[in-house]
């Protein structure tokens, strides 16, 4: 007990000290979509990669006490909105780097240089291949239409990646033109929300519902464990025209932090992770898309067929996910 | 740990003032560290945040009250049938199977609640095997939905019963047989002696449990979640992560802990001119009632079914997981993961506990009003939702350190990020899993004992040694072992606090969880289960002797 005491003291003082090659980072990103990528970088370059993970509410909370202290010189997150909220708040620093502007498009970066996306998630329709012909699917904003009553599986509202896929929808047609379309999704629920994106597939195979919305890679995850799923993928948005502006995508990202200590190995770190060295391992262990342009997605990705992005800046999910929230409220989208 | 308690005992000789000074010496530095992070919370209040206000009383509010006040009715109702019947069954009844479901009932308690809820979901819902194998077989197209009101609240009843289950035991197993013999032969028939007599003067044990279940029913985010039903935490999450209003969350969160206070200041005041204490002769006698026959196996099949739906049901479907996933998943590491869990709850449990009982044990010396509400202000941490507590917690914190840096001239960050910390703002969480248990013990030692203790010259720190905690052995056990288990399934204050690299179980169910794998986090989640087994049953095998 007394030794026990004693170690956690030796802890105390040991926290104080710190050394130079490192760069720490506060991660939204879970432990094993990264550590991976900072044990190669660490392999690489000697450098040493400290992290903590949590939710990136508490992430932001407490870069915000630790003020001008905190040891934290990147953060990253699973979506635009939050590292828009985090720019916001004064939390992050602008970066200037020809190789981050040169790896990550325009789209997938914030305006004021303060964040990079570092992958895409690309939320898309995925529909029952025994209920649903695919010529019956066309847009994110046909879902509301009666034709789908009693057809749809929707994720619940509080997750980020609706709130981002509302925001653009708001972006594009206006907050009254989205209301009414939001509540036609809300009329056209089979059942109520679900609380991830695995269940709501899971319940369009069973034959509850015929059509959801859903990142890829849960997708892909699903089909790797139960490949004879009736599950199909379809990019909505895609033709041309006013209105097809083309799939809604996210991005993972991160920024460096205003009171970095290491702000250099920082931006080291990231224009690493924007690299065709990083970009591959970085999205493909969770089956999303490289930011890099440059660089291919995993195969079994790939053979869901290519897309047209909506090239909206991602930055616009953060400046209107207050919104959007507000607005499915409004609309009974629990 | 008695370094707390001997501060606690009032000092021999010396005036007045010093005597009435004293406990407050031990009392105040705890009630600090528990109270500071609530006020900081509640300090939000002054600047109201009107525009996420207005917009959650138009959409939110009405609905999460409603829901809110249904889920804490069933709980607690639920709650207490679940573990009044199974303690009042397993403390003074005999039957077959007693033995084993003596302990095996305290078993979901291990079980993080919210991966149960996910399980049950799994189960049940329409694309389960149960709905599946209906609608395929029998042409049964839809059962009663489990993401209902409903199915939250038979899964939280069947995670959080064992609160109650453990107290209330702990109350019967006191009051020993002739408690309810002495009313029968006041005419009395048996049933109507366990509702007048025997279950009324358990009622401190069973409160406190009860209270405990229910203020975590309350600060509940992730058992909810799953089930997608929106409660008073749910708006103080959406405050927060979708509004990006950390200052309406923390508002919201104060009304949750006024709430809380006032019923715990009613309750307490309801009982507190009673006399719960049954005389130690009385406590002593062993004996259980012998069920036989129909009522034998009732008891029996009573016991197992709640032990099939609370553990054993989803406890084999996480082992299912957790065996599928072990080849890819498993590695050396998660004996450090084990190991930091085991010390971080082990530590904390010890240092709560002994809190705990420092506060009990001055306010059983000094039962001031003052101090009655010290007490209960020091345990309200429990009701608030974690993440809001781990964020009152870091910024007094975080404050303090950049004091140290920028005018005493620290390197470094000096406070955050290590061990004390941490241990620290488990105490402010935990204080009430430890102080419930030993409070309620407290009232059925009779004031006649410490009398008698004076009487023969034993007073102050040797009484409490001597006397006190040999007699509250049971209850201690219990507070620990309860806090324990807790701490092994706790995340926020751990997500927040923890050191780098000082990853637990939890931490990495959560790793999992967050996205959607929740196969994988079958395997800390049983290895959680697993560790969380091992106080359960020391604390039953050592509890059983105490009373045969």
């Known amino acids: 007990m007394r030794k026990l005491l004693l170690a956690s003291l030796a802890l105390l003082v040991t926290a104080a000290s710190a050394s130079a090659a490192e760069v720490v980072v506060y991660s939204a990103r879970i432990e094993q979509l990264i550590k991976p990528l900072f044990d190669a970088y660490t392999k690489e370059t000697g450098v040493q990669v400290k992290f903590v993970t949590d939710k990136e509410g508490p992430l932001m909370a407490r870069l915000k006490a630790e003020g001008k202290n905190t040891p934290a010189d990147l953060l990253i997150t699973v979506d635009a909105g939050n590292l828009w909220q985090a720019s916001d708040q004064g939390l992050l620093r602008p970066v200037e780097s020809r190789i981050l502007e040169a790896n990550i498009p325009a789209h997938l970066r914030d305006p004021g240089k303060e964040w990079f996306g570092l992958s895409v998630r690309a939320r898309t329709l995925v529909y029952n291949k025994n209920r649903v012909k695919a010529g019956e699917l066309s847009t994110y904003e046909d879902l509301a239409s009666p034709k789908w009553k009693d057809r749809l599986c929707l994720r619940t509202s509080k997750k980020v990646y609706n709130q981002s896929l509302v925001a653009m929808l708001i972006g594009e047609h206006g907050e009254p033109k989205t209301e009414t379309m939001v509540r036609g999704w809300v009329d056209n629920l089979a059942t109520a929300p679900f609380p991830d994106d695995t269940k709501a597939l899971e319940a369009v195979a069973a034959g509850l519902c015929d059509v959801t919305l859903v990142n890829t890679y849960y997708f892909g995850r699903l089909m790797q464990k139960k490949p004879n799923l009736p599950l199909a993928i379809f990019w909505p948005n895609q033709n041309t025209g006013a209105g097809n502006a083309g799939v809604h995508v996210n991005v993972s990202g991160a920024g460096v932090t205003r009171y970095a200590k290491h702000p250099e190995e920082a931006i080291r770190l990231l224009e690493w992770l924007s690299s065709d060295k990083a970009q591959n391992l970085y999205a493909d262990m969770n089956m999303e898309y490289p930011a890099n342009p440059a660089i291919k997605p995993d195969p079994l990705v790939a053979s869901w067929g290519s897309f047209k992005p909506n090239l909206i800046n991602v930055a616009e999910a953060g400046r209107l996910q207050v919104r959007a929230v507000k607005l499915m409220d409004r609309a009974g989208y629990k | ?548």
């Open chain 2, 1 to 548: 740990m008695p370094w707390p308690l001997i501060a606690a005992a009032p000092p021999r000789g010396g005036s007045r003032l010093s005597a009435a000074l004293a406990p407050w010496l031990a009392v105040l530095p705890i009630a600090l560290i528990s109270v500071i992070p609530v006020l900081v919370v509640v300090s939000s209040l002054v600047n109201p945040d009107r525009e996420t206000w207005d917009h959650l009383w138009q959409y939110e509010l009405p609905e999460v009250l409603g829901n809110s006040f249904w889920l804490v009715l069933g709980v607690g109702l639920g709650v207490t049938v679940l573990g009044v019947s199974l303690a009042w069954l397993t403390a003074t009844c005999h039957f077959p199977g007693r033995a084993f479901f003596n302990w095996a009932l305290l078993l979901p308690l291990a079980l993080p609640a919210y991966v149960t809820a996910f399980v049950w979901l799994g189960l049940l819902d329409f694309s389960g095997p149960l709905a599946t194998w209906l609608r395929e077989t029998h042409g049964i197209l839809r059962l009663p939905p489990i993401r209902s009101r409903g199915g939250v609240i038979l899964v939280m009843s069947l995670a959080f019963y064992p609160y109650v289950y453990l107290t209330a035991r702990v109350a019967f197993q006191g009051q020993g047989r002739r408690l309810m013999e002495a009313a029968q032969s006041l005419g009395l028939s048996r049933q109507a002696a366990f509702w007048r007599v025997a279950l009324p003067m358990a009622r401190p044990g069973i409160v406190a449990g009860l209270m405990l279940a229910l203020m975590e029913t309350l600060a509940d985010f992730g058992t909810v979640a799953v089930f997608n039903y929106n409660t008073f935490t749910t708006s103080i999450y959406k405050a927060w992560f979708s509004l990006f209003s950390l200052p309406a969350a923390s508002q919201l969160a104060s009304l949750l802990i006024f709430f809380v206070l006032i019923v715990a200041l009613l309750e307490y005041q309801s009982r507190a001119r009673r006399s719960y204490a049954v005389s130690t002769r009385a406590a002593s006698t062993p004996g259980r009632i012998r069920l036989r026959g129909w009522r034998a196996a009732l008891a029996l099949a009573w016991c197992g079914v709640v032990f099939t739906l609370a553990f054993a049901l989803p406890a084999g479907q996480i082992l299912a997981w957790a065996a599928g996933v072990w080849a890819a998943d498993f590695d050396a590491r998660y004996l450090q993961f084990a190991w930091h869990s085991l010390l971080l709850s082990g530590l904390g449990a010890l240092l709560v506990g002994g809190l705990a009982m420092t506060l009990a044990y001055a306010q059983r010396l000094h039962p001031t009003p003052a101090m009655r509400v010290t007490a209960r202000l020091s345990t309200l941490g429990y009701a608030l939702p974690g993440a809001v507590l781990a964020v009152g917690f870091f910024i007094p914190v975080a404050w303090l350190d950049n004091l140290l840096i920028d005018h005493l001239g620290f390197a470094g960050q000096t406070l955050g990020g290590t061990l004390v910390v941490m241990l620290l703002a488990y105490c402010t969480r935990f204080l009430a899993v430890s102080f419930g248990p030993v409070e309620s013990g407290l009232t059925r030692v009779s004031r006649s004992v410490d009398e008698a203790a004076q009487s023969l010259g034993v007073v102050g720190a040797r009484r409490l040694w001597r006397i006190h905690l040999p007699m509250l052995r049971v209850s201690m056990l219990s507070a620990a072992a309860l806090t324990f288990v807790d701490l092994m399934k706790e995340l926020p204050i751990t997500l927040m606090t923890r050191p780098f690299g000082w990853d637990t179980l939890a931490v990495r169910v959560f790793e999992m969880t967050s996205e959607g794998e929740w196969e994988r986090a079958a395997l800390p989640a049983a290895a959680i289960a697993l560790v969380g087994l091992l106080p359960v049953v020391f604390l039953m095998r050592n509890t059983e002797h105490a009373h045969t």
